[in-house]
């Protein structure tokens, strides 16, 4: 749902709006309860009505961490673009079947690739397309982020049998925590509590292989199994996480 309560819309906002509501299937109304979005400040946010210490939760391209990793950090030598593939080739096709909050798409796209965003969660997904827009309306990213990042509503297991074929299939599923919370970012806890876990992320794999034409990724917690039990061609190690790579050809 997203709460509009004490909101005084314009006649754009409202239509906007409704847009989204039509398009994730969620609606419009004046209460809220648990997790749910609420238009604040001309974005969308994720808030929970019983947790007020809990920040809101937003998809913010244009501001913040993102922007200081795209200009400060998340250059070719990082681990995830080396994964990818990247540092070999910067016009990748690539499908991000697990999108999230969209921070790792985001990162390959300022790098050169094409990627399209899969988010199944309706609210995780219209925080994505409202990030999308505001920072489309940015002047240093509007000319290249609307042709790098596009958004398909859908489960990855749907999207990896609908979409067209893609040199690059990354994969994030959510794993499940470990048991001491201080390991576990306050915002990626509450992220959890939203979308859960991914019980079908091992049959992700095979279907991420037939569609990828170079290599499938798959991020891992440094302490967790390979997907599926699956040994990857070869590990990319991150400071916190690691990047299974499955090779199929040469980029």
Not at 96 to 102: C, P, Q
Not at 165 to 177: G, I, K, S, T
């Amino acid at each position: 749902m997203i709460v509009l309560s004490g909101s005084v819309l314009s006649a754009a906002e409202q239509a906007y709006l409704d847009g989204l509501s039509q398009r994730f299937g969620l609606i419009l109304t004046e209460q809220a309860e648990g997790w749910h979005l609420a238009w604040q400040s001309q974005a969308l946010v994720l808030r929970h009505t019983d947790l007020p210490k809990q920040s809101d939760i937003v998809v913010d391209f244009a501001s913040g961490s993102a922007s200081y990793r795209r200009q400060h950090g998340g250059g070719m030598g990082e681990a995830i673009a080396k994964a990818v593939g990247l540092n070999k080739k910067r016009d990748l096709t690539l499908i991000d079947a697990t999108a999230g909050l969209g921070r790792d798409a985001f990162v390959l796209a300022c790098l050169g690739a094409r990627v399209t965003l899969v988010e199944r969660n309706p609210l995780v997904a219209a925080l994505l397309a409202d990030g999308l827009r505001r920072a489309g309306e940015q002047p240093d990213l509007s000319d290249w982020l609307p042709e790098r990042m596009q958004l398909h509503f859908a489960s990855a297991q749907q999207a990896l049998t609908e979409l067209d074929a893609v040199e690059v299939v990354y994969l994030d599923p959510m794993f499940p925590e470990r048991q001491k919370s201080a390991l576990v970012k306050k915002e990626m806890r509450a992220f959890h509590q939203v979308v859960g876990e991914d019980p079908d992320a091992d049959v992700l794999l095979p279907a991420a292989l037939a569609l990828a034409s170079k290599r499938v990724v798959v991020k891992r917690p440094a302490y967790a199994p390979p997907l599926a039990g699956t040994k990857p061609s070869h590990e990319v190690k991150g400071k916190n996480n690691r990047f299974d790579v499955y090779v199929k050809a040469a980029i």
